[in-house]
């Protein structure tokens, strides 16, 4: 197989998937792109990237222009087209085959690629915003006056504090009029204790 880049003889090298299977993919030893067939791209194990830039560390941790515009298949010298993917990782540049549907990688843009997918899979962090802060302090105020001998005033206080009809797209406060009916006014209670359980669980 020739390189789509510089047409010079690429070598077989060898990355482990995600199951622990060996997958053989090509590379070019002059410019360091990569080839992958169908579905090889995507089996790639996270840290498989560092075991290929090891051909010349110095020479691939920075990715290249590639020579030539026009690249073709390396596979079916047919012409490779740029793929575009929504839900692909954005920056990074990559080459398809429209007939065997493989993907050439230039140096530098197979480790962009995994460092992508890494930081995608990094847990989210929950952000608390001050309402919810606000909303703690309320409960531990309450929980401190209960706790201080005032147990019938501050359970009328906790009673009037989960009842009270909360918006569910707002989470503010809403005003119960005299017009809601039985059925609606359990409805926004029961919506309000769910809601403060949530965020205190959050919280935590």
Same mark, same amino acid.
Request: glycine share 4%.
């Given at each position: 197989?020739?390189?789509?880049n510089?047409?010079?003889?690429? +070598?077989?090298?060898?990355?482990v998937?995600?199951? &622990?299977?060996?997958?053989?993919l090509?590379q070019? *030893? ?12 995507y ?7 560092d075991?290929?830039?090891?051909i ?5 941790t ?16 047919a012409?490779l ?7 692909f990782?954005? &920056?990074?540049?990559?080459?398809k085959? *429209?007939?065997c549907?493989g ?7 197979f480790?962009?690629y ?7 899979k ?10 919810n802060?606000q ?16 147990g019938?005033?501050?359970l009328?206080?906790? &009673? ?12 503010? *406060?809403v005003?119960? &009029?005299? +017009?809601?009916?039985?059925?609606e ?6 919506m ?13």
């Amino acid at each position: 197989m020739l390189c789509s880049n510089d047409k010079t003889e690429m +070598t077989p090298v060898e990355i482990v998937s995600h199951y &622990g299977q060996r997958i053989t993919l090509d590379q070019c *030893p002059e410019c360091g792109g990569l080839w992958f067939d169908k579905f090889e791209l995507y089996r790639a194990k996270l840290d498989q990237a560092d075991k290929l830039e090891n051909i010349d560390s110095a020479r691939l941790t920075n990715p290249t222009l590639m020579k030539n515009y026009r690249l073709l298949c390396p596979r079916d010298r047919a012409e490779l087209i740029r793929f575009d993917d929504k839900y692909f990782p954005s &920056g990074i540049i990559v080459a398809k085959c *429209p007939v065997c549907e493989g993907f050439w990688l230039n140096r530098g843009e197979f480790t962009k690629y995994q460092k992508a997918r890494r930081a995608s899979k990094q847990p989210r962090e929950v952000i608390i915003t001050e309402s919810n802060a606000q909303l703690e302090e309320k409960m531990q105020r309450i929980l401190a006056d209960y706790q201080s001998n005032k147990g019938s005033d501050t359970l009328a206080r906790l &009673g009037n504090f989960l009842s009270t009809p909360v918006d569910t797209v707002t989470m503010k *406060p809403v005003a119960s &009029g005299d +017009t809601a009916s039985a059925a609606e006014r359990t409805i926004s209670t029961a919506m309000s204790v769910l809601m403060l359980a949530l965020r205190l669980f959050l919280r935590v």
